[in-house]
């Protein structure tokens, strides 16, 4: 439980430094579709909503590649990039399931540097 506690100071730490930078605190879901657009490496533009799914998709697998789920295999010709599955996500409930894209969002951000590694 400790751990959980701890997971969700943190996630409201980088929520609050994003919302820093975008005037606005963000959910899940808009961490996950800046996690794809920064993935896609495009800059900020006017997507679609299929696109801004894709962005999210990619998101998600671009996070779950941490625990092993999901391997790159390249970018498409227009720049998009292609994962494959490795392994079946455990199936969990959609609380877990966020608790673990929020764990590895923060590892995402870590690893980028735009918030420091937990002590």
Same mark, same amino acid.
């Given at each position: 439980?400790?751990?959980?506690?701890?997971?969700?100071?943190?996630?409201?730490?980088?929520?609050?430094?994003?919302?820093? #930078?975008?005037?606005?605190? =963000?959910?899940?879901?808009?961490?996950?579709?800046?996690? +794809? &657009?920064?993935? %896609?490496? *495009?800059?900020?533009?006017?997507?679609?909503?299929?696109?801004?799914?894709?962005?999210?998709?990619?998101?998600?697998?671009?996070?779950?590649?941490?625990?092993?789920?999901?391997?790159?295999?390249?970018? #498409?010709?227009?720049?998009? =990039?292609?994962?494959?599955?490795?392994?079946?996500?455990? +199936? &969990?409930?959609? %609380?877990? *399931?966020?608790?673990?894209?929020?764990?590895?969002?923060?590892?995402?951000?870590?690893?980028?540097?735009?918030?420091?590694?937990?002590?």
């Amino acid at each position: 439980m400790e751990m959980k506690k701890e997971l969700h100071a943190r996630w409201e730490q980088l929520t609050d430094k994003l919302a820093e #930078d975008f005037g606005k605190k =963000p959910d899940l879901q808009t961490v996950l579709y800046l996690i +794809g &657009v920064d993935v %896609l490496g *495009q800059g900020f533009r006017k997507f679609t909503k299929e696109e801004k799914q894709d962005l999210m998709h990619i998101a998600v697998c671009r996070l779950l590649m941490f625990s092993g789920y999901y391997e790159f295999v390249g970018n #498409d010709e227009e720049g998009w =990039p292609h994962f494959k599955p490795l392994k079946k996500v455990p +199936g &969990v409930n959609m %609380l877990e *399931q966020e608790d673990l894209l929020i764990a590895h969002a923060l590892y995402y951000f870590e690893e980028i540097t735009f918030i420091q590694p937990e002590a």
